[in-house]
């Protein structure tokens, strides 16, 4: 089956800049995952999607971060303003809707915030 | 709230050698606990998961982990390195009811020396 698409590979953008990150899940696959992973830490999750519906934004900077996926497919992540402490690799991930269920990820889009 | 702790930030091991990346894990009621791996430039991909049962896991690649549910440990084992296992392992957890809410731990870099 094909794997998670996202875009870009790479983005860097000044400070106060804003940026939008796109995601492709596997087809038929009705979680949608965003996470934020610094470097030298853990993946952190920003928001959840079941199809196009909100499960779980509870560490999504909503001040500055947004999420849509619309018609229960595709995603965009978008940030505005960016600020330095953005800089990370936003790992998108996607999995059945089933507890237990594994995730599968895209490559990621790696940011930097000058 | 729910925790996975990575108490190692690298592990150094000689090809051949057995290895353990150890993980422990703090989730009220019976956890899922999965290991994904990460190499360098790419996703993380799923290794194994532990949802019930045998409490020996076999995964991907030679890999296998062990829960104890006294200790709240899932140490990730394989009984011979290989300098390809070289990478970034992470544990993850998530409660077994209500929608998947994955939380991972800050990750392990194994590096096998030849």
């Known amino acids: 089956e094909a794997g998670v698409a996202q875009s870009p590979r790479y983005k860097i953008i000044e400070k106060r800049q804003s940026v939008a990150f796109w995601c492709n899940p596997i087809?038929?696959?009705?979680?949608l995952y965003w996470y934020q992973q610094i470097l030298g830490q853990g993946p952190k999750l920003l928001i959840q999607?079941?199809?196009?519906?909100?499960?779980?934004d509870s560490q999504l900077p909503k001040d500055r971060f947004s999420a849509e996926r619309l018609k229960g497919v595709d995603s965009t992540l978008k940030i505005q303003p960016a600020k330095l402490e953005d800089s990370a690799v936003y790992l998108c991930?996607?999995?059945?809707?089933?507890?237990?269920?594994?995730?599968?990820f895209g490559s990621g889009t790696q940011l930097s915030v000058l | 709230a729910q925790s996975v702790a990575q108490p190692e930030d690298q592990v150094n091991v000689a090809e051949g050698n057995p290895l353990t990346v150890k993980c422990t894990y703090s989730v009220s009621g019976n956890p899922y606990l999965f290991w994904y791996v990460q190499y360098p430039n790419r996703g993380l991909q799923f290794l194994l998961k532990?949802?019930?049962?045998?409490?020996l896991v076999k995964g991907s690649y030679g890999f296998e982990a062990e829960f104890n549910k006294s200790q709240t440990s899932f140490h990730l084992k394989k009984p011979s390195a290989l300098v390809s296992d070289s990478a970034l392992y992470f544990c993850a957890a998530t409660l077994n009811t209500g929608f998947q809410k994955l939380v991972f731990g800050t990750g392990t870099r194994l590096l096998v020396s030849p």
């Open positions: 532990y949802i019930t049962g045998d409490n």
């Open positions: 999607f079941q199809n196009n519906g909100v499960v779980d």
């Open positions: 087809s038929g696959h009705a979680t």
């Open positions: 991930a996607s999995s059945r809707d089933r507890v237990g269920e594994k995730l599968f």
